[in-house]
């Protein structure tokens, strides 16, 4: 079973920064692929950001620009910078990891919350 440590979200004013980072209990090796969805209320659950265990990224063309995303594959965590925040980026965020068998692991979720 793989476990995921999220942390790092808040309340916040719009245009300021924050990183949410997200550590797995299992070695890098045997995960192919880390990212950070998004979910607001009344919304479904959207892709923010991804990045394979190559390096490759992709993003939500929202956040293109703003966020970025990165990996620590010594400390098995994924990271994600967002800057310059906007109220519409108010969502509980959700690190996901999937593995190399193909098996999707969610972390709890950490709420960010931007005001105006």
């Known amino acids: 079973q793989l476990q995921l440590l999220e942390s790092g979200g808040g309340l916040l004013q719009a245009g300021v920064s924050l990183s949410l980072s997200c550590a797995a209990s299992?070695?890098?090796?045997?995960?192919?692929?880390m990212g950070w969805y998004r979910q607001a209320p009344g919304k479904q659950r959207e892709l923010v950001a991804t990045i394979t265990s190559g390096g490759s990224t992709n993003y939500l063309d929202s956040v293109k620009g703003r966020f970025t995303i990165s990996r620590d594959n010594a400390k098995n965590t994924v990271y994600l910078q967002m800057n310059s925040l906007k109220p519409e980026d108010t969502a509980v965020y959700y690190c996901k990891v999937q593995t190399i068998a193909m098996r999707d692991y969610w972390g709890q979720g950490t709420q960010v919350t931007v005001s105006s």
């Open positions: 299992r070695s890098s090796f045997s995960i192919l692929m």
